[in-house]
């Protein structure tokens, strides 16, 4: 395969908004998800941030974020709660003013029509989308989300952030595909190091992480091999399994999951 | 309490190292640990970043954070093997050399000789360490980590990161203490928005963040206050539960964890 027909590599940042992750009280559950949807249609997530509940903050990453990656993906702050500032800390972004979005509207004002409930001022807060922006649908509690550019905007509930990846994908364009393949050894990284870096050096093509793991009382080492070509990656797992082997550290390829 | 007399916030970031988190592959164990450690000491977790093993990427979070926030704490890539970067591009952050350092190399000789292993390249590279930086005792594999000015570099085991935090502990010094109260309810959070805005406003120096969650098929909101100030926390502690039970949320106060 000639260099120009390679697919090209599609990248994305993950914006993670609240101060409850932050406090270590919330142990986000988005990121992994959000990778993993993305991994599988060719889309590498490259960097993550979690950012607390203030306008400057989320702006500033936002701006630094949808600058150097091809997609930024945020998670939370779109409720009805004083809290909820991610759609206003967006426009301010992007310069853009904000407000009821029309559609957003009629989406919960028929929402509420059919639970019962008020459409209170709160809850009109959620269809304040940014100028320019499109809707991102919510299956499962109705108030939209949104995309502006390269930047989509959804809720923190991970059931939501779910569906709502569900009903965007359409809109996203990805690139090489990553497969990978993991090798568990029971041997300490640094007993491997040395014949591990010659292989990473033979295949530049192939990326090879070593990621030591204290369990059972036994320090080990996972060695994650990723390349967007297939016969490449496995002759190079084919090397480092032995190596792992001949180290005496009893490898096993771990199931894909 | 006058204004004068309130001690200072002291604020923190974490950096995360590492293409396994932003795979979606590994969880991390880290943040959570770390942000709960510091609160407990005065210190508040504001931002935390996840990058690749670059160094690009790892030197501008390394500086981005470090002029940012009181403290940083980065954890991964400090080991024997090849993708083992963090030291290195910590040093390029901040414009230092990099080399072996006498008390590591004296610390991981001991090491080997005690464990009867060789003393490799490899592993010789876990006693580089960036120019000026002072040792964070690892007393579970040994291999240090570093202090350099205001950024400490940890491991990426959790059980290490956890006696590195210990070990370092005393080079830290918090400042206001944080104390906070949760309470769980059974209500959309739309629709206790506007009340919870009004306590909000009435209790500048009380955080409330209002945290939607969905189990058991239900929909249910999670009240986080927190305040320096622990008789205005209770004050406004005892209007939001109030104004809970009134929506019909049964709200229970969430045990201290």
Known sequence: ????????????????????????????????????????????????????????????AVNAL??????????????????????????????????????????????????GGEFT???????????????????????????????????????IVQVMMDALSDRLEGGAKMTSRTIDCFVGESAIAEALGEVQSRYPKVGIGSYPFYRDNQFGTSLVLRSVDSSKLDEAFAETIALADKAGGKPVERAAT
Chains 1, 2 share one sequence.
């Open 1 to 60: 395969m000639s260099d120009a027909a390679e697919p090209r590599t599609v990248t994305a940042a993950v914006l993670l908004i609240g101060d409850e992750i932050l406090s270590g009280r919330t142990k986000d559950a988005n990121l992994g998800f959000i990778a993993t949807f993305l991994g599988d249609i060719g889309i590498q997530v490259r960097e993550a941030r979690v950012v607390s509940d203030e306008r400057d903050r989320i702006a500033d």
């Open 121 to 159: 001022q709160a809850r009109k807060r959620m269809a304040r989308i940014p100028e320019g922006a499109t809707l991102i649908p919510n299956s499962v509690s109705k108030a939209p989300g949104f995309q502006l550019d390269n930047v989509f905007v959804m809720a923190g509930i991970p059931i």
């Open 66 to 115: 949808r600058g150097a990656y091809d997609y930024v993906f945020t998670t939370g702050g779109i409720g009805p709660t004083h809290d909820d500032i991610t759609a206003d800390s967006v426009a301010y972004a992007f310069g853009v003013p904000i407000g009821p979005h029309p559609e957003a509207m009629e989406i919960l004002t028929l929402h509420y029509a059919e639970t």
